[in-house]
């Protein structure tokens, strides 16, 4: 595969689940459905997405999403930070999906832990440098 093709396609990734997060921040904070079961988080049964700590939570959500489409951007742009930037975002995104695993659609649940340890594992040290090389084109 060209690696301008297959820039572009980690690009659509990265931004694509990035725009993703924005569900735990519209379930929390809006009227508008995204799909949550009406089920407190793996930690407490006093803990629901629209509660006080659901709410706070879903700022993670939001700070995964912008880190997200930044390194998506950083990539499309050829800038050097954006490797960095993909495994910070992958790390705060697990940290805000985790604790809701099961109230989450399950498809977004597969996704979004798919997408982070791909990124987790391209991006860590042992294939960082030839992913980075592949990316670079």
């Given at each position: 595969?060209?690696?301008?093709?297959?820039?572009?396609?980690?690009?659509?990734?990265?931004?694509?689940?990035?725009?993703?997060?924005?569900?735990?921040?519209?379930?929390?904070?809006?009227?508008?459905?995204?799909?949550?079961?009406?089920?407190?988080?793996?930690?407490?049964?006093?803990?629901?997405?629209?509660?006080?700590?659901?709410?706070?939570?879903?700022?993670?959500?939001?700070?995964?999403?912008?880190?997200?489409?930044?390194?998506?951007?950083?990539?499309?742009?050829?800038?050097?930070?954006?490797?960095?930037?993909?495994?910070?975002?992958?790390?705060?995104?697990?940290?805000?999906?985790?604790?809701w695993w099961g109230v989450m659609p399950m498809g977004s649940e597969i996704g979004a832990i798919v997408v982070n340890v791909v990124v987790l594992a391209?991006?860590?040290?042992?294939?960082?440098?030839?992913?980075?090389?592949?990316?670079?084109?």
């Amino acid at each position: 595969m060209d690696s301008s093709l297959l820039r572009w396609l980690v690009v659509i990734v990265l931004v694509a689940h990035g725009l993703g997060h924005i569900m735990g921040v519209l379930e929390a904070w809006t009227s508008v459905p995204a799909g949550f079961a009406d089920r407190p988080w793996l930690f407490s049964d006093a803990v629901t997405i629209e509660s006080g700590l659901g709410r706070a939570w879903s700022a993670l959500w939001l700070v995964a999403m912008i880190a997200f489409v930044a390194a998506g951007i950083g990539l499309a742009a050829n800038q050097p930070w954006w490797p960095t930037l993909a495994v910070v975002a992958a790390v705060i995104s697990l940290a805000a999906v985790l604790p809701w695993w099961g109230v989450m659609p399950m498809g977004s649940e597969i996704g979004a832990i798919v997408v982070n340890v791909v990124v987790l594992a391209a991006l860590l040290p042992g294939w960082r440098e030839q992913v980075i090389q592949a990316l670079a084109g």
